[in-house]
T-cell receptor
């Protein structure tokens, strides 16, 4: 069966510091990968998605970036965090259109920028 | 393009009462429809999905949803609410088109009253 893991689960970072959140998927190959952010009371915001190694699409311009160095690894980064970057970050995967784009989520990472 | 609207950001029901969470969608092609549940501080979990075939879909934890094309709706129901059903519920829409992504509603928080 497929599993998805992301870490760290919680993170408190000062403004201006860098960020790295990691996500890996096991049990499948060539998945579509996603990073979402969930701010309080604002639903799910798609940040990045990737259909293959080195292929990243950004949905919202911001000071965050994403990379996919390996088939089943997805990394969310920032060089300098802002207060507004605080939120709950969710990594997710899917098999794409063949499964109706059904998405499976990781456990989430709480980021607090202070 | 697809869109989804969830009516009511908060819904309260008494324990043992009927749960009804409303979702309406917009899609120019046959939709795939989903309900996800999110418990506090966790990722989203797939509750049920409709792709093709039977319009009444049964999911986990006693939930079910009915696809009504004429009403462009996919409401989520459960005959008898349990305290453990308190969570946030997200409706989502996608299609079988390769370039379409899954679109989420803003979520409905379900409160269960003792």
């Amino acid at each position: 069966s497929q599993t998805i893991h992301q870490w760290p689960a919680t993170l408190v970072q000062p403004v201006g510091s860098p960020l790295s959140l990691e996500c890996t998927v096991e049990g499948t190959s060539n998945p579509n990968l996603y990073w979402y952010r969930q701010a309080a009371g604002r639903g799910l915001q798609l940040l990045f998605y990737s259909v293959g190694i080195g292929q990243i699409s950004s949905e919202v311009p911001q000071n965050l970036s994403a990379s996919r160095p390996q088939d089943r690894q997805f990394i969310l980064s920032s060089k300098k965090l802002l207060l507004s970057d605080s939120g709950f970050y969710l990594c997710a995967w899917s098999r794409g259109a063949v499964s109706g784009n059904t998405i499976y989520f990781g456990e989430g990472s709480w980021l607090t920028v202070v | 393009a697809q869109s989804v609207t969830q009516l009511g950001s908060h819904v309260s029901v008494s324990e043992g009462a009927l749960v009804l969470l409303r979702c309406n969608y917009s899609s120019s092609v046959p939709p795939y429809l989903f309900w996800y549940v999110q418990y506090p501080n966790q990722g989203l979990q797939l509750l049920l999905k409709y792709t093709t075939g039977a319009t009444l879909v049964k999911g986990i934890n006693g939930f079910e949803a009915e696809f009504k094309k004429s009403e462009t709706s996919f409401h989520l129901t459960k005959p008898s609410a349990h305290m453990s059903d308190a969570a946030e519920y997200f409706c989502a829409v996608s299609t079988m088109n390769r370039d379409d992504k899954i679109i989420f509603g803003k979520g409905t928080r379900l409160h269960i009253l003792p």
